[in-house]
């Protein structure tokens, strides 16, 4: 009878959550237009939160490179901006939007990598009509305080950089808050099951056609694993995997969570716009390390865990979240 409740409490707010959480719009914006710290080449270095880029140039974003002195360079870039994040954006959603950017780019905030649209060389895929819009997870930002955003660009001909668009910090709906977050890299592979060999790493949420699996279609999976602490082992939690397109298998510690849509693609029933939540059978979850597995089939066009929040957030708190959800009314 409780799992029959769990469902139907998780059916209530897909009903939701669906309509909610897809819009692109924002309660409040805090432009990042301006001058930006610029250095030709390519250095992982170049990510971190501390590292000195007091000597590099500005340059004007958004705008071509070759608008800005780098008329005829192709390849390797980077941009940072330093920004303080308004303490009154700290109970939302936060995306930062970055225009249309010729041809690849990987965004890193705080040092922690957000996003990725195209493929870098050897395997080079070009984005340059893409819109960038990344999700930055609610446990690394500094509110009130200094941020930094890096983004490493790879053009190969032609305009380069973030040429274009809006570029702003948004601050969406109400955010939830996860117990355990799982927003980051991710191992990946695609078939049926994991494997050991032939393993990728991707960041969740984000479509597989930017991060190096251009036009693919059919099987994937998703592993990671995580610390639990013991106080919430005997908790009854809810798993959120967010959007998926588009049918999909949850495994946590090797036991069946949940799916939804036909897994084996005879059906094509749509469920792409279906945020997934799925609640945890009791004595699933452990003290300290557990693993969880996300099997994804994709029928076409783009593909993965697209969008929103992935993790672990305990019934009570996600029940109460859509509780003050539709008291506030600011569904958007």
């Not at 469902?7 to 209530?12: A, M, P, Q, R």
């Not at 922690?112 to 050897?122: D, E």
């Not at 005879?266 to 003290?287: A, I, Q, S, W």
């Amino acid at each position: 009878m409780k799992r029959i409740i769990c469902k139907v409490i998780v059916l209530l707010v897909l009903m939701s959550v669906t309509t909610v959480l897809q819009a692109n719009r924002y309660a409040m914006e805090k432009s990042l237009r301006g001058f930006w710290y610029f250095k030709i080449g390519d250095n992982p270095e170049w990510a971190a939160t501390g590292y000195d880029d007091s000597n590099w140039q500005k340059i004007f974003v958004p705008e071509k490179w070759e608008e800005e002195g780098y008329q005829g360079y192709d390849g390797y870039a980077w941009y940072r901006y330093h920004f303080d994040v308004p303490e009154d954006f700290s109970k939302r959603e936060l995306f930062i939007e970055l225009g249309y950017i010729d041809d690849v780019d990987e965004v890193f905030f705080n040092g922690i990598k957000i996003g990725q649209t195209g493929s870098f060389p050897p395997y080079y895929s070009t984005a340059y009509n893409a819109n960038r819009v990344y999700r930055i997870p609610g446990n690394i930002v500094k509110y009130g305080k200094n941020n930094v955003v890096a983004v490493r660009v790879y053009d190969s001909q032609l305009e380069g950089g973030i040429v274009r668009g809006n570029v702003v910090l948004g601050a969406a709906d109400i955010a939830i808050n996860l117990d355990v977050n799982l927003c980051g890299t991710w191992n990946f592979n695609t078939g049926h099951t994991p494997s050991k060999n032939d393993v990728e790493q991707i960041v969740v949420p984000g479509k597989w056609e930017n991060q190096g699996f251009y036009d693919y279609n059919g099987y994937a999976v998703y592993s990671t694993s995580f610390d639990l602490p013991s106080s919430m082992a005997k908790t009854r939690m809810v798993f959120l995997a967010g959007r998926i397109d588009d049918y999909d298998q949850v495994y946590i510690n090797d036991t069946f969570i949940g799916q939804t849509g036909d897994y084996s693609g005879r059906n094509n029933t749509d469920k792409h716009t279906e945020f997934r939540n799925y609640c945890v059978p009791m004595n699933v979850l452990k003290p300290g390390k557990n693993t969880v597995e996300i099997r994804v089939y994709d029928r076409g066009g783009e593909g993965g865990i697209l969008e929103g929040a992935v993790g672990l957030i305990t019934q009570d708190r996600f029940i109460e979240f859509w509780r003050e959800k539709r008291r506030s009314n600011k569904y958007y």
